[in-house]
C-alpha cells in the first residue's frame, strides 16, 4: 500500500520525466504547462483550505469554480484570477466537459454528493480528485472507480497526509526497522461536534458519524504506519442518543484491528473531544506524532526505554514552501501528465471504506467480523 519508493518520487517533485518519448521542446512546453483544476464546492476546505494553496504549487493552477452560490462564485473568481467564464453550478455541471482547461475536478462536496459528482466529471472526460471519505457506501467507491476507468481517468483521494513531512518520516523510521519489530499501533482521533443541523451529523449526507469523517484518519494511519491490511476488526460504540447532534450519527466508536503480522491496532474516534495522536510502539521503540494528522504544528516523537526525542520535520527534497496540500495537488498533477497512478488511487479510499462498514458491522452485532484480503 504505502510505497516509500513513490513516495520519493512525490518528495522530489517536479525533478524526473525521466523515459520520456517526446522530445525535449516539446517535453519543456508539456511541463510549463500547469495542470487546471475545478474546484467544486467552496466551503470550508475547497474555499478555506484548497484555493489558498495553488499559490505554492509548482504544475497546478485554479481554474475553474462550481457552486450553487453565484454570487460568492463571483467574488472567489475574482480574488482568484479565474474567468467567469469557467464559473459553473450543479445544474450546468456537465459542460465543464467543453471546457479544455479544466483537466481535474477536485470535489469538496458532503460525503453523499462524491459519487455522483465524481462520475460526471469522469463522463466529462475530466481527471478526479476526491475528498475523504470517499463515498457513503463501499458499492458507490466502486462505481466511482469504475467510471474513472472506463473514461480513462485518474482518480485520487484527498488522503493529504500522505504528502506531509512527518508523517513520511516516521513511516520511514519504521519502514527502516528503528523501532524494531512492530507490536502495537494506537490513534485516538476526535473533535468538538457542533451544530446538530450540519450535514455532518446527517446520516444521509455523511454516511456516518466520527468514524466516517475524522476516525477515518486513525485508521488509514493504522495501515501507512504499519504497512498491513487489517484482517479482523472489533468495534464498540458509546452514543448519548438524547444528544440532539448524534440522533443519526454516532459519537464515540472504539475499533481494534488485528494486523497479519502480529501487530494489534487500537482506535478511537469521536465527535465529543478533541484528540489527534498516533503511537506507534516496536520492540526497541516508539514514534509517537502529536498533533498527527492536523492543518499545523504536526509533531514528531521518535523514543526507546522510558526517553523520548523529538525530531524536527525532514526538508531533504521538499522545495521551500511545499504544503501537504500543494504536495497532494502536484502529485495528481505530475501522475496525469507522467501517466502513472496516484499513491493514493480510488482503492486506496474503497478499502477504507470497507473496513469502515466493518466496524459498523462490528459495533451492531457485537463480534469481530472478518476482512477479506
Ligand atoms: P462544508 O459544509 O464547509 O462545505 C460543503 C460545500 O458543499 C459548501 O460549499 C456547500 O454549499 C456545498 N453543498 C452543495 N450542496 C450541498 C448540500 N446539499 N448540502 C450541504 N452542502 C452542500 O464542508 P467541508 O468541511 O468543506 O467538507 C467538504 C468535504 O471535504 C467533505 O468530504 C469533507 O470530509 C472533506 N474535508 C476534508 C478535510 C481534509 O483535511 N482532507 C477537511 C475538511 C473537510
Known amino acids: 500500500m504505502v510505497d516509500l519508493n513513490r513516495r520519493g518520487l512525490v518528495l522530489a517533485a517536479g525533478s524526473t520525466l525521466a523515459a520520456s518519448a517526446i522530445g525535449a521542446p516539446a517535453l519543456a512546453a508539456a511541463q510549463d504547462r500547469k495542470i487546471g483544476y475545478a474546484i467544486v464546492g467552496l466551503g470550508g476546505y475547497g474555499l478555506g483550505i484548497i484555493i489558498p494553496q495553488f499559490k505554492?504549487?509548482?504544475?497546478?493552477?485554479?481554474?475553474?469554480?462550481?457552486?450553487?452560490?453565484?454570487?460568492?462564485?463571483?467574488?472567489?473568481?475574482?480574488?482568484?484570477?479565474?474567468?467567469?467564464?469557467?464559473?459553473?453550478?450543479y445544474q450546468n455541471y456537465d459542460s465543464i466537459r467543453n471546457n479544455p482547461d479544466i483537466d481535474v475536478v477536485y470535489v469538496c462536496l458532503p460525503v453523499s454528493m462524491h459519487a455522483e459528482y465524481t462520475i460526471r466529471a469522469a463522463r466529462a472526460g475530466k481527471h478526479v480528485m476526491c475528498e475523504k471519505p470517499m463515498a457513503v457506501s463501499s458499492a458507490e467507491c466502486e462505481a466511482m472507480i469504475a467510471a474513472c476507468k472506463q473514461a480513462g481517468k485518474k482518480l485520487m483521494i484527498g488522503y493529504r497526509c500522505h504528502f506531509e513531512p512527518n508523517n513520511l518520516e516516521a513511516i520511514r523510521r519504521a519502514r527502516a526497522g528503528e523501532i524494531g519489530k512492530l507490536r502495537y499501533f494506537r490513534s485516538e482521533h476526535g473533535f468538538v461536534a457542533g451544530n446538530p443541523s450540519a450535514w455532518r451529523l446527517k446520516k444521509a449526507m455523511s454516511g456516518g458519524g466520527s468514524l466516517m469523517d475524522i476516525g477515518i484518519y486513525a485508521l488509514n494511519a493504522s495501515r501507512y504506519m504499519t504497512g498491513e491490511e487489517p484482517v479482523s476488526v472489533y468495534a464498540t460504540e458509546r452514543t448519548d442518543r438524547s444528544d440532539p447532534r448524534f440522533r443519526e450519527v454516532e459519537d464515540m466508536i472504539e475499533f481494534e484491528l488485528e494486523f497479519p503480522s502480529g501487530v494489534l491496532g487500537s482506535c478511537m474516534s469521536m465527535y465529543s473531544a478533541n484528540r489527534n495522536q498516533i503511537l506507534l510502539m516496536g520492540d526497541k521503540g516508539r514514534i509517537e506524532l502529536e498533533p498527527a494528522t492536523s492543518y499545523q504544528g504536526i509533531r514528531l516523537r521518535v523514543g526507546s526505554g522510558m526517553g523520548e526525542a523529538v525530531t524536527p520535520p525532514p526538508t531533504t527534497g521538499l522545495r521551500a514552501g511545499t504544503?501537504?496540500?500543494?504536495?497532494?495537488?502536484?502529485?495528481?498533477?505530475?501522475?496525469?501528465?507522467?501517466?502513472?497512478?496516484?499513491?493514493?488511487?480510488?482503492?486506496?479510499?474503497?478499502?477504507?471504506?470497507?473496513?469502515?462498514?466493518?466496524?459498523?458491522?462490528s459495533a451492531r452485532e457485537r463480534r469481530r467480523v472478518a476482512l477479506r484480503a
Not at 324 to 343: K, T
Open 323 to 361: 504544503t501537504m496540500w500543494a504536495g497532494q495537488l502536484d502529485h495528481l498533477a505530475q501522475c496525469i501528465r507522467q501517466n502513472r497512478e496516484p499513491i493514493v488511487p480510488g482503492e486506496e479510499g474503497l478499502r477504507d471504506i470497507r473496513i469502515i462498514e466493518a466496524i459498523y458491522q
Open 56 to 89: 505554492n504549487c509548482q504544475h497546478s493552477r485554479l481554474v475553474a469554480l462550481v457552486s450553487g452560490d453565484p454570487a460568492k462564485a463571483k467574488r472567489v473568481a475574482a480574488e482568484y484570477g479565474v474567468p467567469e467564464t469557467h464559473i459553473y453550478n
